[in-house]
């Protein structure tokens, strides 16, 4: 099967040497990398993506023009093979620089055609019972051509299974991930979240340190479709588990905070690395970072924690001055405050345009000075 990861613009990179590391061929778009894969690599991939937010099977693409091209070739695909007679299949879609251009009338179009084929395959007249699992359809047409997908996620790969508890505007897991992917950061190097919130960014640096599989606690789409045989992915869970490893870990989280260094220490503990990160409640012109060779990942109050601006700048200044004294350091941070630089007090070495959602962000990053 033809297979897309899809994830948030500005992370192609990242997730396309995830799949590159779990052994697939890929070709890049915007905001997606496809692949081929069979059932095991529905699982795997679903089961050990950390930046991607979905895993999508492509059911068939082909040009169309018109409403009535659309309903003749979303008619043509064999639905039955993906679908059972009682399946749910609510219909998204999605259209760009196309002469079809009402998502409304193309999402009404492609239910239709489905909607014709089901009942003529299974001899059936008037509505159908969509009564059974969910088989999330997309219709995505990009310069009039037609790209129609079947979901295999459900609740996008951000959802981990382990946050219960998170702050005003906590960060996704895979924002956190891909984050920490960037930079040049593994595990025997000291790590360090100033302003850590819920925890994310730490929690997904320890996950990955210790080769956790990020998908290991939750369920996914494609459990429920007839189909898939439940047995794949327990064993991809068990192979999963096997290499989980143990290091030593040397992971500092803080935040001013003591109601959300509580949350996070929650959060670390439903994740099962309560123990491999060091939390304590510290302003950051108060913190006191020791060693060499480490890096920083923070994700300052922006967006809509910004109430106090006044107080965010000066937070800025403050983490420049800590900053400062730690050349053997590499610090990268994520704000959509154009005005960070200012402030911080230092032009970035290289700084990288993110969405986090919908909102734009950049990541500052101020690699280590290379000792001579």
Request: proline share 3%; net charge negative.
């Amino acid at each position: 099967m033809k297979l897309i990861a899809t994830m948030s613009s500005g992370f192609e990179s990242v997730t396309k040497h995830e799949l590159q590391n779990l052994g697939y061929d890929v070709s890049t778009e915007n905001g997606k990398v496809y692949f081929e894969g069979d059932y095991e690599d529905i699982a795997k991939v679903n089961l050990w993506l950390r930046s991607a937010d979905r895993i999508k099977i492509v059911i068939d693409t082909f040009e169309a023009r018109s409403f009535e091209e659309l309903f003749d070739k979303v008619n043509a695909i064999d639905w039955d093979y993906w679908l059972p007679l009682n399946a749910a299949f609510p219909i998204k879609a999605r259209t760009v620089k196309s002469k079809l251009h009402s998502e409304r009338d193309i999402q009404a179009i492609t239910k239709k055609a489905i909607v014709n084929k089901m009942s003529d395959v299974y001899k059936r007249r008037g509505r159908l019972p969509e009564s059974g699992a969910t088989f999330q359809i997309e219709t995505r047409i990009h310069k009039d051509v037609v790209e129609i997908t079947l979901d295999t996620t459900g609740d996008s790969l951000y959802k981990r299974g382990y946050r219960t508890e998170h702050g005003a505007a906590p960060m996704k897991e895979n924002f956190a991930a891909a984050l920490i992917m960037l930079t040049n950061w593994h595990a025997d190097m000291p790590f360090v979240d100033p302003t850590t919130g819920s925890g994310t960014i730490a929690i997904e640096a320890a996950l990955l340190a210790k080769n956790v599989a990020p998908g290991i606690l939750r369920h996914f789409s494609f459990e429920n479709f007839d189909w898939f045989d439940p047995k794949i992915l327990e064993q991809e869970k068990e192979a999963a588990k096997e290499v989980q490893t143990a290091p030593e870990l040397n992971i500092f989280a803080s935040d001013i905070d003591g109601s959300m260094i509580d949350i996070a220490k929650l959060n670390a503990h439903d994740a099962g690395v309560l123990h491999d990160i060091t939390f304590k409640q510290i302003a950051v012109k108060d913190l006191k970072i020791e060693g060499e060779d480490g890096v920083i990942i923070s994700n300052p109050p922006y967006g809509q924690r910004m109430s106090d601006m006044e107080g965010v700048h000066l937070l800025y200044e403050q983490m420049g001055d800590l900053f400062e004294t730690l050349p053997s350091w590499s610090k990268y941070i994520v704000t959509s405050d154009l005005e960070f630089e200012q402030y911080y007090g230092k032009k970035a070495t290289k700084k990288r345009k993110l969405y986090n959602g919908s909102l734009r962000t950049d990541y500052y990053q101020y690699w280590a000075e290379k000792k001579h």
